[in-house]
């Protein structure tokens, strides 16, 4: 008999160690309570927050138990069957890890999950160590990313700052004094919290660097044809056909940019601004410089001559008043853009920033379901009717970084930047002497330069 008592407590204790945690008889019924085969009965958190799941079969309704305020369990009750849970938290902000035990009640059976956050790690990071900068000087943008108070400090008189401290991510900006000696100069910004100090260096390259012959010598001058059109539109490839003759006929001579409509597969917000700008009636509509309309001839070599024609009209009519040169960096969707203007008269100017993508393969009527279509206007750094630079005086530098996020879905190797600046006719006459083309009055300004450049390339100024 002492024999049979010794097994029965052994079956006893691998019964208990194997199964959830039961009372007795007398204080209810037994729940049978399984986990999915997918689930585990622990839960681990990052410490920033964040979710984790697990599904579960009752054989009675059940409810939760769990005596920790931190832990956010969805739903707290159910019925027989399967189920799933969603545990949650928020940011660990304590520097230890944390843990809890979310109880499964059915009946008098309770069935413990852990639940385990780590513990708070305080970011601090500079994204970006080095800048090099034009003799010129301009503005230079650091980001760091921080969930501590810092502060930073700057070795060199020559450079200024505005802010000192900042939560998580945050972009400084420094304005950099024209280096006036034949000597690179080197400085450092400090960036500290607590006891750990980051260093971001600044480069300037010697006066001299960047010929200042751009005073005396002329601007390579390009110009820009915008094409209003949509994947709806059934004509639109001819003047998309017509474009690409006309850029092959002057190379980088003319710049391209595609402008879709409303409802359109490839819609971009600014388009309907420019329509009404330059009275756009019907897709596809092509507009020049500025100045003058492009009808969608039934031959792509008449609407190609008709573009060809304006542009070298302006070209010969107005020579440019502005040099322009920019750089663009991409980190994750972030988006930076260094912009330098060169002005040689003093005006009243508009320059305009936009993003572009190229081979892009999808649905045109008119065309094909796999169509290329190519110079997208994507996104607007600027405004459509441009941001505003005033020169008070002849050939001065302006300079501005541009920021934006993107869209992760754009493919970053097709991404390219284009620019383009705006200028008053003033007392000059204005020109309409292509015939084909259709000259309306679109105001007193036309575009007196444009450049494009690939996403994280450098595109320095151009001279004769």
């Not at 949509?230 to 710049?255: H, N, R």
């Amino acid at each position: 008999m002492k024999r049979i008592t010794i097994a029965l407590i052994a079956i006893l204790s691998v019964f208990s160690a194997c199964s959830p945690v039961t009372g007795g008889e007398e204080d209810g019924p037994v729940g049978q309570i399984e986990l999915a085969s997918s689930s585990k009965d622990n839960i681990e958190l990052p410490s920033d927050g964040g979710s984790g799941s697990l599904r579960f079969t009752s054989s009675l309704n059940w409810t939760i138990e769990c005596s920790e305020g931190w832990v956010k369990i969805n739903p707290m009750e159910g019925e027989a069957g399967m189920a799933r849970l969603t545990i949650s938290a928020d940011a660990n902000d304590t520097p230890q890890t944390r843990t809890a035990v979310v109880n499964i009640c059915a009946g008098v059976t309770k069935f413990p999950i852990t639940v385990s956050q780590d513990s708070f790690i305080p970011t601090f990071e500079l994204l970006d160590t080095e800048k090099e900068v034009s003799s010129r000087g301009g503005e230079i943008i650091v980001r760091v990313r921080a969930d501590v108070d810092y502060e930073f400090h700057c070795d060199a008189d020559w450079i200024s700052g505005a802010s000192t401290k900042a939560p998580r991510t945050r972009e400084h900006k420094f304005v950099v004094e024209p280096n006036t000696s034949a000597e690179e100069r080197t400085a450092m910004i400090t960036f500290c919290a607590d006891q750990t100090c980051k260093a971001f260096t600044v480069k300037q390259r010697p006066a001299g660097t960047e010929a200042d012959d751009w005073k005396n010598d002329a601007f390579v001058h390009r110009s820009l044809a915008m094409r209003f059109t949509a994947t709806w539109c059934g004509y639109c490839p001819y003047m998309g056909t017509a474009f690409d003759s006309a850029k092959s006929q002057m190379g980088s001579g003319l710049e391209l940019v595609s402008l879709h409509g409303e409802e359109s597969d490839l819609e971009f917000s600014g388009t309907n601004e420019l329509a009404n700008r330059f009275r756009v009636s019907g897709f596809p509509t092509g507009v020049v410089d500025g100045r003058a309309s492009i009808p969608n001839y039934n031959s792509t070599a008449t609407t190609a001559t008709v573009t060809v024609g304006v542009a070298q009209e302006t070209q010969q009519a107005y020579p440019a008043k502005t040099g322009i040169e920019l750089e663009s960096s991409l980190d994750g969707t972030r988006l930076t853009v260094d912009l330098g203007l060169y002005i040689k008269e003093a005006d009243s100017y508009r320059v305009t920033v936009l993003l572009l993508e190229d081979g892009i393969y999808g649905y045109q009527n008119g065309g094909s379901n796999n169509y290329e279509h190519k110079d997208v206007a994507r996104l607007a750094l600027t405004s459509m009717s441009g941001e505003t630079v005033r020169i008070s005086e002849d050939n001065q530098i302006w300079t501005k970084t541009y920021t934006a996020d993107i869209k992760s879905s754009w493919k970053a190797e097709n991404l390219e930047i284009l620019v383009y600046v705006e200028k008053p006719y003033g007392d000059q006459s204005k020109v309409a002497e292509v015939e084909g083309a259709e000259y309306g009055r679109y105001g007193d300004t036309y575009i007196d330069n444009c450049r494009v450049a690939k996403v994280g390339t450098e595109a320095p100024l151009e001279l004769k």
